[in-house]
């Protein structure tokens, strides 16, 4: 009985070890591909900072004070900013641009410079009835139906 307890007792530290083993290489792959997608959203290059009460004073016909929490909570002023979604689109620039917007905003390239990235925040600003409800950031700030 002895010889029994402690070759069962082997198996299972030889099957904690298995699955020890197997738990840290999922870890491992999850780390792996999550770093992986994140390096792929690289559209517009390193970091380059920007100031955004400069930017967003580039036009008057919004709230400034909304512009600056939207573009410093979507990008932390990183005109260079790209965040890759859920659903596989990407975001870009101060403003955070969706890829399904470009076509219609920058001539379907990345808006990866302050000049087009705020005319694509121009217009889907107007999509949105010059408010700022089409960013995900705009309930932090207090935005969504303010101008």
């Not at 005319?119 to 889907?124: D, E, I, N, P, R």
Request: proline residues 1%; neutral net charge.
């Amino acid at each position: 009985d002895a010889k029994k307890f402690s070759h069962s007792h082997s198996r299972s530290m030889s099957s904690s070890s298995s699955s020890l083993l197997v738990l840290g290489l999922v870890a491992a792959l999850v780390l792996f591909v999550a770093h992986s997608e994140a390096a792929y959203c690289n559209e517009c290059g390193s970091a380059s900072y920007t100031d955004i009460n400069a930017a967003c004073s580039q036009y008057s016909g919004w709230s400034q004070e909304c512009c600056r929490c939207i573009a410093s909570h979507e990008s932390g002023g990183n005109i260079h900013a790209c965040n890759k979604n859920t659903d596989g689109s990407l975001d870009v620039g101060l403003w955070q641009i969706n890829d399904r917007n470009w076509s219609s905003c920058s001539g379907g390239s990345p808006p990866c410079d302050v000049a087009s990235n705020l005319a694509c925040a121009k217009k889907v600003w107007a999509w949105g009835g010059n408010t700022w409800r089409f960013w995900s950031t705009c309930s932090a700030c207090g935005c969504c139906s303010r101008a």
